[in-house]
Structures are given as C-alpha cells and as structure tokens.
C-alpha cells in the first residue's frame, strides 16, 4: 500500500510558477510510474504529466508541454511538478498518483493509488 501527499499549491497570479510536491509513504514507488493529474470544477480529472520508474522517461499533456516538468527523487521517495507560466485555465485541483505496473499511461484508471488534491489556482 502506497500512501501520497501533495503539498505546494496555492493562489499565485497568471505568469507565475509553482512547486508541487508529493511525498509518498509506506512502501517504495521506485517501481511505480508516478503521475500528476488535475481536475478543474465541472470537469472530469485528466492528465497533466507522468514519470518513468527511472526518471528518464516523460510524458506531458499538450497543454502544459513545454510549461511544466516533472521529477522525482526515489531515495527520498518524492515527485514534483515544475509549473512555469501558469495560465489561468491550470486552475484546478491537483492530484499525485502512483501505477504500479511501471509503464507509461496516462489513462486514471491505472493508477491505483490517489493523494488527496492540492488546489492551485491562477488569478488573470
């Protein structure tokens, strides 16, 4: 069973950056692709970001493709998303997610373990 904690967001204003951060706990996730998903109000939650079990594979959404970036830190167990140039449409709440297969999908329902969201939220 993996335990994740995101921490990081907050309100910051349109061209602005964040840093979020997931800790995980209670076992390893160096075996899991780690991912970062969002979920706007009325929306259903989508892919924003995905990282190999090494770290030398990513994978982004279009929309922040060149805007985010995502690592990890398996000796201390952590992920991280990068936010630069947030826009006002990244508003949403942001949520760390662990697969435990390895491989790099950006569908929900492989991933089977879930933090509890942190809220960004970018003012224009």
């Known amino acids: 069973q993996v335990q994740l904690v995101e921490s990081g967001g907050g309100l910051v204003q349109a061209g602005g950056s964040l840093r979020l951060s997931c800790a995980a706990s209670?076992?390893?996730?160096?075996?899991?692709?780690m991912g970062w998903f969002r979920q706007a109000p009325g929306k259903e939650r989508e892919f924003v970001a995905a990282?190999?079990?090494?770290?030398?594979?990513?994978s982004y959404a279009d929309s922040v493709e060149g805007r985010f970036t995502i690592s990890r830190d398996n000796a201390k167990n952590t992920v991280h998303l990068q936010m630069n140039s947030l826009k006002s449409e990244d508003t949403a709440v942001y949520y760390c997610?662990?697969?435990?297969?390895?491989?790099?999908?950006?569908?929900?329902?492989?991933?089977?373990?879930w933090g509890q969201g942190t809220q960004v939220t970018v003012s224009s």
């Open positions: 990282i190999s079990r090494s770290g030398a594979g990513r």
């Open positions: 997610a662990a697969d435990p297969s390895g491989l790099m999908r950006m569908n929900t329902r492989w991933y089977d373990y």
């Open positions: 209670g076992r390893t996730i160096s075996s899991h692709t």
